[in-house]
């Protein structure tokens, strides 16, 4: 793993825009995106630039199921609030969280992955130590799937709804050996309440008890925190 420390959530956009400008340079394809609020920063240097995405592909990790895409909480909303109504892409892709059947949904999303490969993956990191919806527990070898949320993270995402009973409880999420089936992976994690998870993906055993412990086993992985977040190294 390769850890780039910095001094804030803002220098740490800058440094994975960097990334991201060489990758696009070297002829990229295929970029698995992530939603959340670290990846804002990182989205709106995407918007404010000259680079051109028009020969993208963009896969997202995850959806809450029971939202349509216009719901504004849900992943398809923030997306094309946050970079794909700005910056054209050749071609979109979120796991289908109107879908009726969530199973179905999933066996359809691992399709769409098949199809397109992953150049590099962003991810942000739950509390927990969460990867995509891989909540603690998930098994290394799952592809896409329907996700119950754990406790922990429905109070986290609950921020971001007016009330507590909206928050949902069932998600579709890449699976983690969908994640790291990409060719790279780009890891940010920012703030004192990610450093516990931070410790244990970096230096904790490779556990299913802490997803984002899996990438140690991956060959290229790069983290980018900032100091509050790497507090507990
Ligand atoms: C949600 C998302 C994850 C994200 C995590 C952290 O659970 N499904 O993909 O990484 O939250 O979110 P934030 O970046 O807001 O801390």
């Known amino acids: 793993m390769r850890i780039i420390q910095v001094s804030d959530a803002s220098a740490g956009a800058q440094r994975a825009f960097e990334i991201y400008e060489a990758a696009l340079a070297q002829g990229i394809k295929v970029m698995g995106l992530a939603t959340g609020a670290t990846p804002i920063a990182l989205y709106d240097r995407f918007v404010a630039s000259a680079l051109d995405f028009s020969n993208i592909t963009a896969v997202n990790l995850d959806e809450y199921l029971g939202l349509t895409s216009q719901d504004p909480q849900s992943y398809h909303y923030f997306m094309q609030q946050h970079l794909f109504n700005h910056k054209p892409f050749k071609q979109t892709f979120i796991p289908d969280g109107a879908s009726s059947d969530g199973q179905q949904a999933a066996r359809a999303y691992d399709k769409i992955l098949s199809q397109n490969p992953i150049d590099i993956q962003l991810l942000g990191l739950g509390r927990n130590g969460h990867i995509g919806f891989n909540e603690p527990g998930t098994p290394f070898d799952t592809t896409t799937h329907l996700v119950n949320l ?84």
């Open 150 to 233: 754990t406790p922990s993270t429905i109070a986290a995402n609950a921020r971001f709804f007016d009330e507590p009973a909206a928050v949902p409880t069932q998600a579709i999420s890449m699976g983690i050996a969908s994640v790291m089936s990409a060719k790279k992976i780009l890891l940010m994690a920012f703030g004192e309440e990610k450093a516990t998870a931070v410790a244990a993906t970096v230096n904790g055993p490779v556990t299913t008890d802490v997803p984002a412990s899996v990438l140690q086993t991956h060959p290229d992985v790069t983290i980018i925190i900032d100091d509050a977040a790497a507090s507990k190294l």
